[in-house]
Structure formats: C-alpha cells, structure tokens
C-alpha cells in the first residue's frame, strides 16, 4: 500500500539536461506508442517545431454560449489558417465546423458540469471510443479534478477513456481542472501533471505558474498551456510566449482568442511565437500592425 512516509520533498529536475527516452519521434514520452498514436500526436504537435496551437472552443459544454462563441459556425472559420488544433464538442463539430478542415481534432469526452452548480467536479465519460473514431479525433480530452471532491470519479474516467484510447490508438488529453478552492502553485500543477501522465494521459493541459519548467520537467508527456481568462492581447501573447520558453509544447487559448477585438490576429501572433520563435514584443507588434 503507497504511504506518505519517508517521501522526500524531490529536488532535483537536471533542467539542462533533454528528455532521456525521446528516440527519433518528437513528441515527449510517445517513443514507444503505435504508429497510429504517433501520427495523431504528428498531427496534434508540428513536426517541424514540435509545438501546437490549440484553439479552445468546448467552453459550451458547460457554460453554453459565451461572448464571443455565440455563433460557433462564424467564430472558428476566419481563424482555421492559424490553429493546428480544434477542441471542441462533438455537437459544436458536427453541427458548426466544415469537415473538409484540415485541422487535427481535440474532442472533448466528459461533460456532467455547468455553470449552475457550485461544485464543477463531477463529470462523466459522455463520448464513447465508437464516436471518438467516426469524428477522426486526434486526441479525447478529459477534464480531472485533482484535490477536488470529483477526484476519484474523473481519475475514474481518465482511466477508462486510456484503456480505450490504448485500445484504438487514439491519444488523451488529460485536462488539469482548477477549481475556485485550489492553488494555482507550482506544488499542484506538477501533483496534477505528474498523475495524468502516470495514468496514462498523452498530453497535459494545465496553467502557467512560476517554476514552469520544473513542472514541464517532471511531467513525461508534452504540456499545453491553457490561456485562462482573457487578458490584454498583449499579456496574453507574455503568457503563451513565458509557456513556450519555460518548455510548454504549445497553448490552448479560447477566451484570449475569440473574446479579442481581433480573434484572427490574435491566433496569428500566438502562431508565430508557437511556431516562429517570436519573442512576445515581436507577436505584439505583428498584431498591432495586422489590425491597423
Ligand atoms: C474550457 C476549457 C478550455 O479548453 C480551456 O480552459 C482553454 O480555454 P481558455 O483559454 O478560455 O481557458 O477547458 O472548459
């Protein structure tokens, strides 16, 4: 039986030293998967870069419609040419995204939440691996609550949808949920990551935090990082370039995209440091100067 005792508090993260077990496949700890599995993560994170701009659109599952996604099949097309990643729902998929897109596709799976409730942290597996495949997804998301009231039944979840992820070679997004009651500490997002990719979780997406690149370090599986609630375009693009350098393997930005005055731009300057190396100023001025 796993006990407390005796764990000593890990210090040392060798920051300067690359992942051990990379192989010749670029995506963090997948050296050893199926090809099926390492040509969904080639279409999730850029060969060439190994980074992935994801853009987040699933906000409905449990909030219903948001400013700035009140109408889903206007919102996502002007921005397609930016993003490598579409998450969503399947409805939101079916009912307001072109299938002849070509974008990899993050589907979110658990639902059970909404903004009605106090406590978000009980889902359920709402997407079986069947639907998961007829969408093509690239990867299944599953929301987790470490922490939270909902731990067990949504590790309970993560579990199952690996097992049938494993199964059919399609990769899972394990989702670090932060609910109003936890810490948005270094301490329990590299707890949180940590556990998912344990459990099996092929991506993480989480928050930045300080220590960033002790968290990215610790956790075997390439990290995203989640925008979080809109911000200036300019504290914004700090975020995702601050994610970047401190070893996340892209950003997965909603609010920062499709609530700004200027929600293509935005994806292309995001795109631009994901993919082109632009430090924060430089995407900053290329969205000041694209939307003069
Ligand atoms: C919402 C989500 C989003 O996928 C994630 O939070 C990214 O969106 P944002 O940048 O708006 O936070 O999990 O349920």
């Known amino acids: 039986m796993a006990d407390k005792d005796g764990l000593k508090a890990e210090k040392n993260y060798h920051l300067d030293v690359p992942f051990a077990n990379q192989g010749g496949f670029h995506v963090k700890g997948a050296n050893s998967l199926d090809w099926g599995m390492k040509h969904r993560l080639a279409n999730i994170f850029n060969p060439k870069s190994g980074n992935t701009v994801m853009f987040a659109f699933d906000h409905g599952y449990f909030m219903g419609s948001v400013s700035g996604l009140e109408r889903l099949d206007l919102a996502i097309p002007p921005l397609l040419p930016h993003l490598d990643v579409l998450m969503g729902t399947r409805g939101a998929l079916r009912a307001c995204v072109p299938p002849e897109c070509r974008k990899a596709i993050a589907l979110r799976t658990t639902s059970g939440s909404s903004m009605l409730d106090d406590d978000l ?172």
């Open 121 to 292: 942290s009980h889902e359920v597996i709402a997407v079986d691996i069947e639907d998961a495949i007829r969408l093509n997804a690239d990867c299944m998301a599953v929301q987790t609550f470490i922490g939270a009231d909902g731990q067990l039944s949504s590790l309970d979840n993560l579990s199952k949808t690996v097992n049938a992820g494993l199964r059919y070679g399609i990769p899972i997004l394990g989702v670090v949920a932060v609910g109003k009651q936890m810490e948005r500490t270094d301490r329990f997002f590299k707890l949180a990551t940590r556990m998912l990719a344990e459990l099996g979780a092929n991506l993480v997406k989480t928050y930045y935090c300080d220590n960033f690149e002790e968290v990215v370090a610790a956790c075997p599986a390439p990290i995203v990082v989640a925008g979080g609630k809109k911000l200036s375009e300019e504290d914004a693009l700090s975020l995702a370039y601050n994610s970047i350098r401190g070893g996340a393997r892209g950003v997965d930005m909603g609010r920062n995209i499709f609530q700004s005055a200027h929600p293509a731009a935005m994806a292309a300057a995001i795109a631009r440091i994901v993919h082109e190396k632009f430090t924060d100023k430089e995407a900053y001025q290329f969205f000041k100067d694209s939307t003069k």
